[in-house]
């Protein structure tokens, strides 16, 4: 087993994130540990120092992601929803957040083509469905305060359908994506499952 000191951490994030960045930019299939070395800029010896194949690389990288996404703060404005009741304002900052999310358009697509990987290896199913427990664990407690009566569940509803908006605008590349599909089609899910029946439509 690899002991890691700090400095030792550091270099195994910097692989990490350059293995994300050629993700990105080739898909799956252009990972190796000579291109994510030269990317980080270490040597060769150090990215099969801290994985030993391209498998392990890979699925170490979506556990870090799934990592990075579950220490990161839920925006403030869903907090601010939440406090206000207001399940319209929470389909406005998801709407924002994910729009924000994907004019990182590297990242992105390395969470997709990573997630892509995950489908075709069973083997990193694990890491797979971290990262995405990661996302509704975020979620669970705003819609909690939004009255949803099962928040577990209707968590896993909502990021399906961020998820899935997400792989559209990728693909299509709307202009008006924020306003007229990701803001009303949220809105329109968090009028069925939450207990709110008077919602205005998003104009």
Request: charged share 25%.
């Amino acid at each position: 087993m690899v002991q890691r000191s700090s400095k030792g951490e550091r270099t195994r994030r910097a692989i990490l994130d350059a293995a994300l960045r050629v993700v990105a930019r080739g898909g799956v299939g252009e990972v190796t540990h000579r291109r994510v070395a030269a990317e980080a800029g270490v040597p060769l010896g150090a990215t099969t120092y801290y994985f030993s194949s391209k498998h392990e690389l890979l699925r170490e990288t979506l556990r870090y992601g799934a990592q990075s996404e579950s220490e990161a703060p839920a925006g403030t404005a869903w907090a601010a929803a939440a406090e206000a009741r207001s399940p319209r304002s929470l389909a406005a900052a998801l709407a924002d957040d994910l729009g924000a999310y994907l004019d990182d358009r590297p990242h992105a697509l390395s969470t997709y083509e990573v997630f892509l990987a995950a489908a075709r290896d069973p083997g990193m199913a694990d890491a797979a469905e971290a990262w995405t427990q990661a996302s509704r664990r975020q979620l669970e407690p705003v819609l909690e305060r939004l009255g949803s009566a099962a928040p577990a569940q209707d968590a896993g509803v909502v990021t399906a359908l961020l998820d899935g908006l997400g792989l559209e605008q990728l693909a299509g590349q709307r202009a008006d994506f924020v306003r007229a599909v990701a803001r009303p089609t949220i809105e329109r899910a968090l009028t069925a499952l939450l207990p709110h029946p008077t919602l205005e439509t998003v104009r």
